[in-house]
């Protein structure tokens, strides 16, 4: 396994339309998390799953974001309607017992 | 609440020159602690990091933390910076109150690295 897989890489996209991202994490890991990082700041927790629970939702997920975990495995997460302000690079990372491991990240522009 | 203040924003050394990264947390017990680097357009690499017992801990690349309760720190060096270490440096801290594992980090600093 090479780590946790992210796609697409880029995404650009109208406002108004919607998107989805893909995570692949690593096979043994049971916790599986979103990010999102803004121009200039660290990221900033997004949901978390362990298996295909999701058990926390940040504040900062409006209605308009939904992320699914069928059968514990790859994660989804869909912007519906995205604005401009939705514009950031979104992060994955998987964790087993210690550290968390992140992919290379999804950079999202909405235009 | 819990945080993470990395109080620069942006740093310049020159090639070979020692490196401190500067990271306060703030949080009632005992922080589970990381460094994490990115470059451009890229995804987070753990350096190194801290759950307990010695308090100088070891990485990756060279580059070595330290663990101060005293004064809520865990401040990132390295004894001789490469031109390869130009990147984006976040701190980061476990959150304690839920199980979750999700990790609060800090603004991040810039590190410039001149020839």
């Known amino acids: 396994d090479t780590g946790v897989s992210q796609d697409p890489r880029h995404k650009i996209t109208k406002r108004g339309q919607n998107v989805t991202f893909r995570c692949d994490p690593i096979s043994e890991h049971n916790r599986l998390y979103w990010y999102r990082q803004t121009l200039g700041q660290g990221p900033e927790f997004l949901t978390y799953?362990?298996?295909?629970?999701?058990?926390?939702k940040s504040r900062l997920l409006s209605d308009r974001f939904s992320a699914e975990r069928p059968k514990g495995s790859f994660s989804t997460l869909e912007i519906q309607r995205t604005e401009q302000g939705d514009s950031a690079m979104y992060l994955c990372?998987?964790?087993?017992?210690?550290?968390?491991?992140f992919g290379q990240g999804t950079r999202l522009t909405v235009v | 609440a819990q945080s993470v203040t990395q109080p620069d924003i942006h740093i310049t050394v020159s090639e070979g020159a020692s490196l401190e990264l500067r990271c306060n947390y703030s949080y009632g017990a005992t922080p589970y602690l990381f460094w994490y680097v990115q470059s451009p357009g890229q995804g987070l690499q753990l350096l190194l990091k801290y759950f307990s017992g010695d308090t100088l801990v070891q990485g990756i690349k060279g580059f070595e933390a330290e663990f101060k309760r005293s004064q809520s720190s865990f401040n990132l060096r390295k004894p001789s910076v490469h031109w390869s270490d130009a990147a984006e440096y976040f701190c980061a801290v476990v959150h304690g109150s839920s199980n979750t594992g999700k990790l609060i980090f800090g603004q991040g600093t810039t590190l410039q690295v001149k020839p």
């Open positions: 990372a998987s964790k087993g017992n210690t550290e968390a491991f």
């Open positions: 799953f362990q298996n295909e629970a999701q058990l926390e």
